[in-house]
């Protein structure tokens, strides 16, 4: 073989290499529809990771956040030039202090920041995607025991996380992201917003399947469903304190339905 053949193979050999030992940071984590379960698994990592891969941008509301890990890497994705909006409430801070350093240091990197101005509190907790095209959106706070367990199936808080990539979904929350940014009822300027409130997205339907409380009533339509079973019915609600939810179950089991019921009543 010629000198000139064993060079243009060896030089081939080495970009071969080179393309299949890319570093682990090149490969991305795609966007997913899984419900993840903290009594075991750690549901913060994909939420990080998506935070790290965004070029587009990011929406996030919460009511509590403490785990400075969120934070940092909001802060981290702003500082490289995504947007990022965020509905929040200063009112944790009055029943949950540790959630000042987290909105301080948001605000302090110079995020735009909408708080609720009206009576009752904001309980969403979500994080939006827009160029991933993912959602993450769940009944947890944004602390590290609500996500993570402590010891799997031994000490963890039992909380639904879902993610999704489903478009129906995902234009649901940008559409009700939208809504919540730019009212002037709702919701007031905290930090960092300069100019007109505009929307970020088309105003896309709402799918048929999701409930956004208080505009929507979580109340009519669970009661509905309650009504309208006749086989069996399976009930996973935390703090029951609607007299009008009481009375609609034990209307079910009334009528002969069997009726299973989880609760946590601290």
Known sequence: MSRVRKSLLAAATLALLALFAQPARAQQLASEERLCDPSFEDCRADILTYIQQEQVGIDVAFWMMSDA???????????????????????????????????????????????RAINGILHWKMFLFSGQQQVEFSGANLVPFEFVPEIPYVNYTDEVIYYTNQTSIVNSFMTKFDDLWTSATEFANYANVNGPLVRNYPTFPIDPEMNFPPDDSYRARSIAAYAAETQKMDVFMFRITDLQQTNAVLAVLGRGVPVRLITDET
């Open 69 to 115: 890990r969120y934070s940092n890497a909001l802060v981290a994705a702003w500082q490289r030039g995504v947007p990022v909006r965020v509905l929040m409430d200063p009112r944790c801070v009055s029943s949950h202090p540790a959630c000042q350093t987290a909105n301080d240091q948001l605000r302090d990197a110079g995020i735009p920041m909408r708080y």
